[in-house]
């Protein structure tokens, strides 16, 4: 019957769901902390230090003072829309960790449970149509506002997310030529114990890295709330936790991104130097799944610290420098990327040997 | 025209090559300059916690100084008043009754005795016309007050601890400045 529930289904995606979310809410959140914590380092000062030990309740103080903060609905904005902005960006924000393989399998209770929410077979549409979703949320937003340097905000971040996604499809269309699958899992079980696809697509890698700085609204690629020249970008008539959503937002991404990126290239929760197979038989499959997981987390964070070393390092683009870099450079490169990973794919099907 | 110095450099216009229009090494140098700050010494001092060590003439904000015994050094004699040039000390004088000879050391006695610290300029020209070593700048420093009244010190906020009752209050007040380093000779 199709209607039949499996209830140890159901309860195991939940639990899996409700980890996922507040996982990548606390990462988010303490993500703000690290990214002032190494603004700091980078800049030889010492950053967030005063609540509790090292200034780790820094995230809860930022949190309480954010709830406590007067909200302020401007008169002339449409309400409705204005709300909506950044719970959509909050929402597509979270959709993203639905996909991503956070590890292999648990065995738990004689059930194998996947550590990944959903495994569909076109897992990387998926995420990009979700990310493709965000652009709503800072577009509505920065609309519903009723603000000029809001709207402007706004549109720029719509046009260059909607230029530096044409470069990341192609780029990736490339990486999808050499798995020849869409589904994350699988791309993951294909880098397992093998060579990582950055080695099959180091340029591809590197435009999707661009890239996803651009998708992110970080620094080089911030111009969406450039505050010199938009005051605030498309959140200037935000106040209170719809700041912080639109913030909170932005961390999420990066985070998750991290998490894409990492699945892509990086061998997701591939531990390297290791045979995971082997691994798993030697000490079980959930010690092998907590490693693997620790593993993965590692890559992330290492990629999120990327994320803000750039960002301390590198000032803002021009806006048609950002243009000029995004059609006129990454996507002739994406597509001659897509060309010779075409032709070397087609070359080795046809027994050519190098 | 001549340059000053020859640190002058001439500003070359070349158009960028191949290599520094890829803008990726320069990327890559720029972050490398910024991951070696990591490791840098950390200039800050954590205010609070720990203090600037100061120089021997530090001049801080101003205690009423008592002698070994506790009782204040302080005549009311004016002269801190007089030699004060931002006019910031008032005081008014009293005369020492039979029995308060373990209050004060002299027969006169300053009954109130006023620095209004928003015009104090910290010169020390006060410590240097006491003839009772009575006024003595302290390193203590940064008032901070939420109302200007706030900033006139009276006899409460300016009296050093008493030196037999409270002896670490007293040295803490002290510190460990050296008074006329120069030697102005004042205080003989």
């Given at each position: 019957m199709i209607l039949a529930i499996d209830w140890a289904v159901f309860i195991e995606k939940f639990i899996l769901i409700v980890s996922v979310v507040s996982g990548s809410l606390v990462i988010a959140m303490y993500s703000t902390y690290v990214e002032r914590k190494v603004a700091a380092v980078l800049q030889d000062r010492r950053g967030p230090s005063r609540a509790g030990p090292f200034g780790i309740l820094q995230p809860l103080a930022d949190g309480l003072k954010l709830?406590?903060?007067?909200?302020i609905i401007p008169n002339f904005s449409?309400?409705?829309l204005f709300i909506l902005g950044p719970c959509l960006a909050m929402l597509t924000a979270m959709m993203i960790g639905a996909v991503i393989p956070?590890?292999?399998k648990i065995h738990l209770f004689d059930r194998d449970i996947s550590l990944q929410i959903a495994d569909i077979n076109i897992g990387i549409l998926y995420v990009f149509g979700v990310v493709s979703m965000g652009v709503y949320g800072i577009m509505i937003g920065g609309w519903a506002s009723n603000n000029k340097f809001s709207l402007l905000g706004a549109l720029r971040a719509a046009s260059q997310i909607i230029s530096y996604e044409l470069a990341m499809g192609i780029a990736l269309i490339a990486?999808?030529?050499?798995?020849?699958?869409l589904s994350l899992k699988e791309m993951v079980g294909g880098q397992m114990d093998h060579w990582w696809n950055i080695f099959k697509q180091p340029l591809g890698f590197l435009i999707f890295l661009i890239c996803a700085f651009a998708e992110c609204n970080r620094t080089p690629f911030d111009l969406a709330e450039a505050e010199n020249e938009l005051v605030g970008g498309y959140h200037t008539e935000y106040s209170s936790m719809k700041l912080g959503f639109y913030l909170f937002a932005e961390y999420i991404n990066m985070f998750l991104s991290s998490a894409v990126m990492v699945s892509l290239y990086f061998g997701g929760y591939d531990i390297p130097f290791v045979n995971d197979v082997n691994l798993a038989e030697n000490i079980g499959t959930n010690w092998a799944a907590i490693l693997q997981g620790l593993v993965l987390f590692g890559k992330i964070v290492f990629f999120l610290f990327l994320f803000m070393w750039v960002r301390w390092?590198?000032?803002?683009?021009?806006?048609?420098q950002l243009m000029n870099l995004g059609w006129k450079i990454l996507i002739p490169l994406a597509l001659f990327n897509m060309l010779v990973t075409g032709a070397l794919i087609l070359l080795k099907q046809n027994n050519w040997h190098f | 025209m001549k340059a000053l110095t020859n640190k002058a450099e001439v500003v070359s216009r070349k158009p960028m090559t191949w290599w520094e229009r890829m803008y990726l090494p320069a990327i890559l140098k720029g972050m490398a300059i910024t991951f070696s700050h990591i490791f840098k010494k950390k200039p800050t001092i954590?205010?609070?916690?720990?203090?600037?060590?100061?120089?021997?003439v530090f001049r801080g904000l101003q205690i009423l100084n008592r002698d070994e015994e506790g009782r204040e050094k302080c005549t009311a004699c004016g002269l801190c008043a007089v030699a004060c040039p931002a006019e910031a000390i008032t005081m008014e004088a009293a005369e020492r009754q039979p029995g308060e000879e373990h209050l004060y050391k002299e027969e006169k006695y300053a009954a109130k005795y006023e620095i209004n610290m928003l015009r104090c300029i910290f010169c020390g020209f006060c410590e240097e016309a006491c003839p009772k070593d009575a006024v003595y700048l302290s390193?203590?420093?940064a008032p901070s007050n939420f109302q200007r009244k706030g900033f006139i010190y009276g006899k409460d906020d300016l009296l050093i601890p008493h030196p037999l009752e409270q002896p670490e209050a007293f040295a803490k007040a002290k510190g460990s400045r050296t008074k006329h380093p120069e030697g102005h000779g004042n205080e003989h």
């Open positions: 709830f406590f903060k007067e909200e449409s309400k409705f956070w590890g292999n990486l999808l030529m050499v798995t020849g699958t390092t590198i000032p803002r683009f021009r806006y048609d | 954590n205010y609070p916690e720990k203090t600037r060590p100061f120089s021997p390193e203590t420093f």
